[in-house]
């Protein structure tokens, strides 16, 4: 659900703790909801939750398990990053992370996804153009389907993703 369509049906925000904090019951009632979502994002984990016909429907979330470098891209290291629906992802805190063909870097992050997300792989370079190692597509289809994993592979590189998704908040 985006923030540029009406939502379906009632909605409720509400923090960590599963208390409410705000509602929405009137779509009318949308740019208030809106603003009020923002505000308490700032200060405190919130989620804005959907009410279904069983109860509330939590957010679906990609967790990101592991990376596996099968082959690098370059002669030695790679220099990796990637991106998640074009947002920076990984690393966190740092521009880039380097790994060796063999290697293994956990992940441990989970990003919210609403029917399909885009995870592309580049490995930086200094003199050229970063190189693409690939982009993959993870569905929310994916729901409760267990660890899964995909395929980067461009510029004779080949690396595995390992990802669960999963419903929200389900730590």
């Known amino acids: 659900m985006g923030w540029g369509t009406e939502p379906a049906g009632p909605l409720d ?25 923002a505000r308490l994002s700032e200060s405190a984990s919130v989620a804005i939750i ?9 957010p679906n979330e990609v967790r990101f ?42 992940m441990d992050m989970n990003r919210r996804i609403d029917g399909e997300a885009i995870v592309s792989l580049f490995d930086e370079d200094d003199i050229d153009e970063d190189d693409h190692l690939g982009t993959i597509v993870i569905s929310e289809s994916e729901l409760n389907q267990g660890l899964r994993s995909q395929t980067f592979n461009g510029d004779d590189a080949n690396y595995i993703l390992f990802y669960r ?6 730590d």
């Open 13 to 37: 925000l509400v923090d960590v703790a599963g208390e409410n904090v705000a509602a929405l019951s009137r779509p009318q009632d949308l740019p208030v909801f809106q603003r009020e979502a």
């Open 50 to 58: 959907q009410k279904g016909k069983g109860g509330f429907m939590m």
């Open 165 to 170: 998704v999963v419903q929200g908040f389900d």
């Open 65 to 106: 398990v592991r990376l596996q470098c099968l082959e690098t891209e370059d002669n030695g290291n790679d220099e990796i990053y990637m991106h998640y629906n074009g947002s920076h992802l990984y690393p966190q805190g740092a521009d880039t992370a380097d790994i060796a063909t063999g290697q293994t870097l956990q």
